[in-house]
């Protein structure tokens, strides 16, 4: 999934003024990247063992596209909006506990990819985000994240985003002014609470595909008729053993994910016959 948001991103590039240049390499060490930094744009240090942010990323002015993940950086240095180009950050599989403020100087950033060790001032940390008129593409993840602040309301452009791998049970009302979105994924979330959270995901009008992916659930309940705007669906690798009838009743629904559940095989033949004509429905 990352691979496929990375090359919308450089759809996306055009679509927002970027300029259509073609980069010719993708740069995965410091060193060989201090060898031309004016024609750095694409900076790949995953899983390189960094313990800080390196300060040498602030000669390459023309960077837009840096991934910094699978390290051990726990803060980002002030000087970071001197990055004015960058325009996709990788930051999951880090240590961070907030931002700095200067983070809102990254005015272009269109993807950002969080992982908290435990977020201490993340109601501040998306405010400072509510200030990047560009960001579309969002992920924030910690192990220890319980809630999210009323804050995430805030967002209002984001059009894709993803909690999972989280422990959030209930969503703040303030979720229900993301009017744009239109991917959430909280999978891997087992406090997740489906029914409680209907409600306000049926307000959100824009919501076209929901990942709900390695919950734990054993039932999906007959509330989700109300999520109308809906078009994809990903329920596998549950406890589901049916679903409800009222899976019938989402009109716009052209794809659903019920593989790996405990569904017995006389009700996936019956759903193949019953919802094929007009849904495809993955059963591996």
Do not use: W
Not at 246 to 262: A, F, G, V
């Amino acid at each position: 999934m990352r691979n496929i948001i990375l090359i919308l991103t450089c759809l996306l590039a055009f679509q927002f003024g970027a300029k259509a240049q073609i980069v010719t390499k993708n740069y995965t060490t410091i060193a060989d990247a201090l060898n031309h930094p004016e024609k750095v744009e694409t900076l790949m240090l995953t899983s390189q063992g960094l313990s800080s942010f390196p300060s040498e990323i602030f000669q390459f002015k023309n960077l837009k596209y840096l991934d910094l993940s699978n390290n051990e950086i726990t803060e980002l240095p002030r000087n970071i909006g001197e990055l004015t180009n960058l325009f996709y950050l990788e930051l999951s599989g880090n240590k961070l506990t907030s931002l700095p403020a200067e983070f809102s100087r990254l005015q272009f950033l269109h993807n950002l990819y969080l992982h908290y060790e435990l977020p201490s001032k993340l109601a501040d940390d998306i405010k400072i985000l509510s200030q990047l008129p560009m960001l579309k593409v969002l992920e924030i993840s910690s192990e220890g994240l319980l809630q999210l602040p009323s804050t995430i309301g805030l967002l209002q452009n984001l059009q894709y985003l993803e909690l999972s791998n989280n422990q959030i049970e209930v969503l703040p009302e303030e979720f229900s002014n993301l009017k744009n979105l239109q991917i959430l994924y909280v999978n891997n979330d087992d406090k997740f609470d489906l029914k409680k959270n209907i409600d306000l995901l049926s307000q959100l009008p824009m919501l076209s595909e929901l990942h709900l992916e390695g919950d734990r659930f054993s039932h999906i309940p007959a509330e989700i008729k109300k999520l109308q705007s809906l078009e994809y669906l990903y329920l596998n690798n549950n406890n589901l053993k049916d679903l409800p009838v009222e899976i019938k009743q989402l009109s716009k629904l052209k794809y659903i994910d019920i593989s790996n559940n405990r569904i017995p095989h006389i009700l996936l033949n019956q759903y193949r016959e019953e919802l094929g004509s007009t849904i495809k429905v993955m059963f591996h």
